[in-house]
């Protein structure tokens, strides 16, 4: 079976998480991570530095779960 890796990108409140969700029900064998994870802090103040680790958090969990052999 081929592999895939899906992208779903697009500007706030357009349906990216719905869209991942249902594709993620709808294939088995298959994982998801939604970025808004990477970036939940509470409570949230646009001036919090952990914020700013959000893009290094998304980029280590994916290179962990490429390398698991999983993929």
Do not use: Q
């Not at 890796?5 to 294939?27: D, Q, Y």
């Amino acid at each position: 079976m081929k592999k895939k890796f899906i992208l779903i990108s697009g500007s706030p409140c357009v349906g990216k998480t719905a869209v991942g969700t249902r594709l993620f029900e709808s294939h088995d064998n298959s994982s998801y991570l939604d970025g808004d994870w990477c970036w939940c802090v509470h409570p949230f103040s646009v001036t919090d530095s952990r914020l700013r680790n959000g893009d290094k958090s998304m980029s280590f969990i994916l290179s962990n779960y490429l390398n698991s052999g999983f993929a």
